[in-house]
Nanobody, 124 residues
């Protein structure tokens, strides 16, 4: 059984930072690219970041470029999202997910395992 468990969310003031973690189990973690998505109330699920199997390549949504950084530690079966210079519009539930091999990094339809999400709230 594949499980993805996000942690590290919480309440932070604008301009602050948070580091999200996603711990995985039940799969060969290093064999899969991973992604981060977020969803705010009343909005569609939005691509945030993704990282290739080895961690060599990363991809970011336009709204978070230069502020967020995705990394992974395959020895720990964990992917991270470092979020800096947070803005109120970053408020959302953040999800990690496992990409289908060869899928589109930017499309939630190409990810087939999802965590339950962790809430990030940025106050102004």
């Amino acid at each position: 059984q594949v499980q993805l468990i996000e942690s590290g969310g919480g309440l932070v003031q604008a301009g602050g930072s948070l580091r999200l973690s996603c711990a995985s189990s039940g799969l060969t973690f290093s064999a899969y690219a991973m992604g981060w998505f977020r969803q705010a109330p009343g909005k569609e699920r939005e691509f945030v970041a993704a990282i290739s199997r080895s961690g060599t390549n990363t991809y970011y949504g336009d709204s978070v470029k230069a502020r967020f950084s995705c990394s992974r530690d395959n020895a720990k079966n964990t992917v991270y999202l470092q979020m800096n210079s947070l803005k109120p519009e970053d408020t959302a539930v953040y999800y990690c997910a496992v990409r289908r091999t060869g899928g589109n990094y930017y499309s939630p339809a190409d990810y087939f395992y999802w965590g339950q999400g962790t809430q990030v709230t940025v106050s102004s």
